[in-house]
């Protein structure tokens, strides 16, 4: 592998964007990188391309996903309900249980070669968290990690209320990544109801909103969100 290191990332925002439509647009970059790499190993290094990278932010319209490690028993409702709800169901390629996607939550897809970063996996959740808190420390909010779990916490060290308030779950080849984080800002917390959060049944799901007794500008969050992550990471922001 050349020693470029390209810390350029290109920042997408989709907008609202259809769930199937979001995980195609990453996989098709994914691929395009994954193979370049590929096709990379196969050249001297003078020869050799710089791989690109992304960030991904959307929102997307009520949905449920299922990770390769989560059960079915943790989606509570069946296929007529979840019409009733206007939400769709997915099992995906990503780690991790169940989780919810819906208006007012800030989801997050950076597609990163870890390669021009750091190549460890578990640096880069926990930067990913790390971020979160950050933003989170900028609406006066202490926020943490509970040990053994991934993602966002408040109330994490007494843990007499713990609730999480942003999901993380990723999928890494050839220190790739895709899929990412899910940080409830506005988010319709009834909607969590209807699942295991992640697997987990003893503790609660919350917002910025709910947290802060009144509807946020997810615009705001989300500049200050990106400056955390863009810092974490060392990267060069590229928008379009």
Request: hydrophobic share 35%; with cysteine.
């Amino acid at each position: 592998m050349n020693n470029i290191l390209n810390k350029k990332v290109k920042l997408l925002d989709l907008g609202t964007i259809d769930y199937q439509k979001a995980w195609d647009y990453q996989t098709q970059i994914f691929d395009e990188i994954v193979n370049l790499k590929i096709e990379n190993r196969k050249l001297g290094e003078e020869e050799q391309k710089i791989t690109s990278n992304y960030l991904l932010l959307c929102e997307h319209p009520h949905v449920y996903t299922l990770g390769k490690s989560g059960s079915p028993d943790h989606l509570l409702i069946n296929e007529q309900q979840l019409e009733e709800k206007n939400a769709t169901f997915y099992k995906i390629n990503r780690g991790g249980d169940i989780t919810y996607h819906g208006p007012g939550q800030i989801v997050g897809y950076p597609i990163l070669d870890l390669d021009n970063f750091f190549t460890d996996i578990h640096k880069y959740l926990r930067f990913l968290e790390e971020a979160v808190i950050k933003t989170l420390a900028e609406y006066n909010i202490e926020a943490g990690r509970i040990e053994g779990l991934t993602g966002v916490w408040i109330d994490y060290i007494e843990k007499k209320n713990p609730r999480k308030i942003c999901a993380l779950g990723v999928k890494s080849s050839r220190w790739v990544t895709m899929h990412g984080f899910a940080f409830n800002v506005n988010a319709d917390l009834d909607y969590f109801s209807n699942i295991v959060p992640c697997g987990i049944d003893d503790k609660a799901v919350t917002s910025l909103e709910k947290e802060l007794g009144e509807k946020q500008n997810i615009d705001e969050v989300k500049s200050k969100l990106i400056k955390h992550i863009a810092k974490l990471f060392e990267m060069e922001l590229e928008t379009t």
